[in-house]
């Protein structure tokens, strides 16, 4: 309502009678707000006082992809801390469709959600400033926005990859292939220049990288070429918990065993042949943060766009012991 009140050269009161349709303000004073409103994209948010009388409301998540367990957890924590505000969730999977998200965005803002927490998809997404200005917040997860700026709870990529190549390196291997998802993802392309930096600090191969998306057939191919070399590939850093179940099934059917490290850990990671060694993320607490970071923007709490960083973990296992 402040930036309204700007455009128009009115008070906030004047704007706020206005979007109530209160009487009391003059036809042409009327017709400035209301084009205020329509060049910022002004949606009357009633969230924010129904939250502060203690009402129920609702909040929107939107990820990448509800089946993926990742998501799933993430889900899972944000829910709740969302029913300990008296809040519902209405989630849904934009399955890396930046048309679907957009949809999403707006059947949720139709619902007079309370405000949004988002795994973008790929694009720019300025759309969501004239939501922010008219008080909707929106916390992105996993990946930041692109064109915006807003809060953030993110992983830090850069130390997990550095972290599962230094394990290899100790291990003895010294041409480690690198399998990631789709480098257009914002943490796919983060993880690759981690995985550059780390082998090039080491003084390794940085060029043993093949980027997503990946199919077990697309693997197994690769994982002949890189072994076929009179110096061959030994190990794989995997970039997240799907390719990591895709490259086991593409060594089983190659009748490979090199040792492997994957970003994220999965069901069922301790229980295959080997144990899978892996780099933890904690999604339970990246949701938690992000649920928590909105419920204080949604009680008033100001100030510039967080980030907030979350640390990985290396879960040591078999398969990393492999040579």
């Known amino acids: 309502?402040?930036?309204?009140?700007?455009?128009?050269?009115?008070?906030?009161?004047?704007?706020?009678?206005?979007?109530?349709?209160?009487?009391?303000?003059?036809?042409?004073?009327?017709?400035?707000?209301?084009?205020?409103?329509?060049?910022?994209?002004?949606?009357?948010?009633?969230?924010?006082?129904?939250?502060?009388?203690?009402?129920?409301?609702?909040?929107?998540?939107?990820?990448?992809?509800?089946?993926?367990?990742?998501?799933?957890?993430?889900?899972?924590?944000?829910?709740?801390?969302?029913?300990?505000?008296?809040?519902?969730?209405?989630?849904?999977?934009?399955?890396?469709?930046?048309?679907?998200?957009?949809?999403?965005?707006?059947?949720?803002?139709?619902?007079?959600?309370?405000?949004?927490?988002?795994?973008?998809?790929?694009?720019?997404?300025?759309?969501?400033?004239?939501?922010l200005a008219a008080g909707t917040p929106v916390v992105f997860v996993d990946r930041p926005a692109s064109g915006l700026?807003?809060?953030?709870?993110?992983?830090?990529?850069?130390?997990?990859?550095?972290?599962?190549?230094?394990?290899?390196?100790?291990?003895?291997?010294?041409?480690?292939?690198?399998?990631?998802?789709?480098?257009?993802?914002?943490?796919?392309?983060?993880?690759?220049?981690?995985?550059?930096?780390?082998?090039?600090?080491?003084g390794l191969r940085s060029d043993l990288t093949a980027m997503g998306p990946h199919e077990v057939e697309g693997i197994a191919a690769l994982v002949e070429t890189w072994t076929r070399d009179s110096d061959p590939v030994t190990a794989l850093v995997t970039g997240n918990n799907r390719l990591s179940v895709t490259a086991l099934r593409a060594l089983r059917r190659v009748g490979k065993r090199l040792a492997l490290v994957g970003f994220d850990d999965f069901e069922l990671a301790d229980m295959v042949e080997p144990a899978v060694t892996v780099v933890a993320q904690d999604p339970a607490a990246m949701g938690e943060q992000a649920a928590h970071l909105l419920f204080r923007r949604l009680a008033g709490e100001g100030g510039p766009a967080r980030t907030v960083v979350l640390p990985t973990r290396l879960v040591v296992r078999d398969s990393s012991h492999l040579v």
């Open 149 to 202: 700026s807003a809060d953030a709870v993110l992983t830090d990529n850069d130390a997990g990859v550095r972290s599962a190549v230094e394990h290899l390196a100790a291990r003895g291997h010294r041409n480690i292939g690198f399998l990631g998802d789709n480098p257009e993802f914002w943490t796919a392309g983060q993880r690759l220049a981690a995985f550059g930096s780390a082998t090039a600090a080491l």
């Open 1 to 131: 309502m402040v930036d309204v009140a700007k455009r128009a050269a009115v008070s906030v009161k004047t704007v706020s009678r206005v979007v109530n349709g209160e009487e009391g303000v003059r036809p042409d004073t009327k017709a400035r707000v209301d084009e205020a409103i329509r060049q910022l994209g002004f949606r009357r948010n009633d969230s924010a006082s129904d939250l502060r009388r203690g009402r129920a409301e609702g909040i929107g998540l939107i990820v990448e992809n509800m089946s993926d367990p990742f998501y799933s957890v993430i889900g899972a924590a944000v829910e709740r801390v969302a029913r300990l505000q008296r809040h519902l969730l209405l989630m849904g999977s934009a399955e890396g469709s930046a048309e679907r998200e957009r949809d999403l965005t707006g059947a949720f803002l139709s619902r007079r959600v309370a405000g949004l927490i988002v795994v973008p998809a790929i694009e720019d997404h300025h759309w969501l400033a004239a939501e």
